[in-house]
């Protein structure tokens, strides 16, 4: 069964560039020939997830692997880690800087936006060394 | 109404390039971006001040029909190419939000 994988490297702190992958992987599962719907819950779980990595975790590393059954996604990222998950979870619950928030980031709604388009979600974190974020879309 | 209606709207201007016209179901307003990915409707005409790339990306990726910057917010010619490029339609106004809103709710 063939299984294809788009790695990103993610910038951290250039919000310029955020969204740059979950872009890219979006227009190449168009060309896949992906169901729209289920290419619109990647690219939406992806983005949040990699502005998450940007502005919260110091950049990172993107890995995103198809097959013909599901969509996976990696984040993983050596920034600053989440100290109690399912508060950041929780709807409203934000940590952003002042320099986010003025670009729009904040609401506390990326990682409720991520569980909401995904069939599955796994954060795992450790203080002090990082965050991996791991997502399927089922196909 | 369609997107063609707004560019006859005065006071409104368009500033990426012509683009096929699109359905406009309902006005939608959020400032706060994760916000309006969660709520933003399909095919809404979308009022904010926030203008930035990320801006595109949500307009892209919550599928609303054109992005309308209300109070004269800025928009840099990097985010025009990059709305372009998405194929997000941007006006501007100087009016703010609400009565934006408004205007343009009562050509729905
Ligand atoms: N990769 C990460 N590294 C460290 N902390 C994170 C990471 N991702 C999320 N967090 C923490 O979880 C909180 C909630 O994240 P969430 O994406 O829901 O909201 P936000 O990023 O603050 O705002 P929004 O996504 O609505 O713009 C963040 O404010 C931050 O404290
Ligand atoms: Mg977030």
Redesign the pocket.
């Known amino acids: 069964m063939s299984e294809l994988t788009f790695r990103f490297v993610v910038p951290g702190d250039d919000y310029s560039r955020a969204g740059e992958a979950s872009s890219t992987v979006k227009n190449r599962l168009k060309r896949l020939g992906i169901d729209p719907a289920a290419i619109r819950r990647v690219s939406i779980a992806l983005y949040?997830?990699e502005?998450?990595?940007v502005?919260?975790?110091g950049g990172?590393e993107v890995i995103v692997s198809v097959t013909p059954q599901r969509v996976d996604m990696v984040?993983e990222?050596h920034?600053?880690?989440?100290p109690d998950i399912a508060l950041?979870?929780q709807?409203g619950?934000?940590?952003?800087s002042d320099q986010?928030r003025s670009l729009?980031?904040?609401?506390?709604?990326?990682?409720?936006?991520?569980k909401k388009y995904t069939d599955e979600i796994e954060v795992s974190?450790v203080v002090g060394q990082?965050?991996t974020?791991r997502m399927a879309v089922l196909l | 109404m369609t997107t063609l209606q707004l560019d006859q709207l005065d006071g409104l201007t368009k500033l990426t390039r012509p683009a096929e016209a699109r359905e406009i179901t309902c006005i939608y307003c959020c400032d706060?971006?994760?916000?309006a990915m969660a709520q933003a409707p399909a095919n809404s005409a979308w009022v904010t001040v926030m203008g930035n790339r990320n801006t595109i990306a949500v307009a892209s990726l919550a599928d609303v029909a054109c992005v309308i910057l209300a109070a004269d917010t800025a928009f840099s010619d990097d985010c025009i190419t990059k709305a372009e490029d998405e194929g997000v339609t941007v006006y501007r106004t100087a009016a703010p939000i609400f009565e934006t809103a408004k205007r343009i709710d009562l050509l729905l």
């Open positions: 949040e997830g502005i998450n990595m502005i919260h975790g990172g984040l990222d920034g600053k880690g989440i950041a979870m709807e619950y934000s940590t952003a986010a729009g980031f904040g609401a506390g709604m990326g990682l409720p936006n991520m974190s990082g965050t974020v | 706060l971006l994760s916000l």
